[in-house]
């Protein structure tokens, strides 16, 4: 009695502007909603003060130094889940059982 090997579905892979719809586009708003909580709670200025008290920043930079960098966080994430839910198929050989 042989058995049935489940066929291999590959999925063509995704143009190169979907990927990066997939990954920046939910980070971006992640960021934001972030950047938001965040700041609701910190005065940027005062956050300046205890971490850099040299460094001469504006209110306003300091608001976007802190977006781009939670924007860089959410998209690490974001490219770590996308990692990790590639088809395997495109990775492991097929093997030759049946």
């Known amino acids: 009695m042989k058995l049935r090997a489940e066929p291999v579905i590959d999925h063509p892979p995704r143009p190169l ?3 990066l719809g997939a990954i920046l586009w939910p980070s971006f708003f992640a ?3 972030a950047t938001a909580a965040v700041f609701a709670h910190f005065d940027p200025l005062a956050l300046r003060d205890l971490v ?3 460094l001469e920043i504006s209110r306003g930079s300091a ?4 977006f781009f960098l939670l924007w860089s966080c959410t998209a690490a994430s ?3 889940t996308w990692l990790l839910l590639r088809p395997s198929s495109r990775f492991n050989p ?3 059982r049946m």
């Open 17 to 19: 502007a979907q990927r």
């Open 31 to 33: 960021a934001g909603v």
């Open 63 to 66: 608001y976007t130094l802190g």
């Open 52 to 54: 850099w008290p040299e």
């Open 78 to 80: 974001s490219l770590f």
């Open 94 to 96: 097929p093997t030759g």
